[in-house]
């Protein structure tokens, strides 16, 4: 038996729904000419985030594979600024942050008592160039850039042990629709390349990792 301190997928799902259902009511965001994409947007979106239960990752620690969250939910932030127009792509520049920090305790059968709960925290600073399409009443995306992340894998404990962060290459795409003027319903998906990090005398490595994200929010201008 497996107990999970991070809400289910259906949690998840319900957010998605309900703010389409609000996005769904509101109507147009305007009945004018739309303008064109920007001049800023800022962020604010629900992670479901894939941690992985990576073998490498676990023995390093002292673990096995199934003692790690596969998944977990987190928060991402970011902002971004629109600086020209070329043949119908407008060119962004911005930014992002996710945080995410699932945990997992496995019973113990012979004993019918619970092992120790073992944690992940997982977060990723995460410079974008964008590649969008649309006007001022949405528009989708195309972007990535290079980053830092960090994966932190422990047993439970007061203390925060450190861990050393890994050069991150992140790219994905999304969308923005505008259903009130200075909100939007935000999607965006994107995907964390790892590069790895050895092991040091204090510090366990971590191999080249794969990570993905889907994010779910809204959005402000």
């Known amino acids: 038996m497996v107990r999970f301190r991070i809400p289910p997928v259906r949690r998840v799902l319900t957010f998605g729904v309900t703010i389409l259902l609000l996005a769904g009511g509101s109507g147009p965001a305007s ?21 992985g239960q990576v073998t490498e990752l676990a023995t390093n620690r002292g673990l096995h594979p199934g003692q790690l969250s596969a998944w977990g939910l987190g928060l991402d932030v970011g902002a971004h600024v629109y600086v020209f ?10 930014a992002s942050a996710l945080f995410a920090a699932p945990s997992k305790t496995l019973e113990n059968d012979e004993q019918g ?62 969308a923005r629709w505008f259903v009130r003027p200075g909100l939007a319903l935000s999607l965006d998906i994107r995907i964390f390349a790892i590069s790895p990090v050895e092991a040091t005398d204090t510090e366990p490595g971590s191999p080249r990792m794969t990570r993905m994200a889907f994010n779910i929010g809204a959005s402000f201008n």
Do not use: C, H
């Open 31 to 51: 009945a004018q000419d739309p303008g064109p994409i920007g001049p800023y947007v800022v962020d604010a979106r629900g992670s479901f985030v894939s941690v």
């Open 85 to 94: 127009k070329w043949r119908g792509i407008t060119f962004g520049l911005g």
């Open 113 to 174: 008592s619970y092992g120790p709960t073992v944690k992940t925290r997982f977060t990723a600073v995460s410079p974008q160039l964008s590649f969008n399409f649309g006007d001022g009443d949405g528009w989708s995306y195309l972007s990535g850039g290079l980053g830092t992340s960090r994966m932190t894998v422990y047993k439970d404990q007061p203390t925060l042990p450190e861990q050393r962060s890994a050069g991150t290459l992140n790219y994905g795409g999304g």
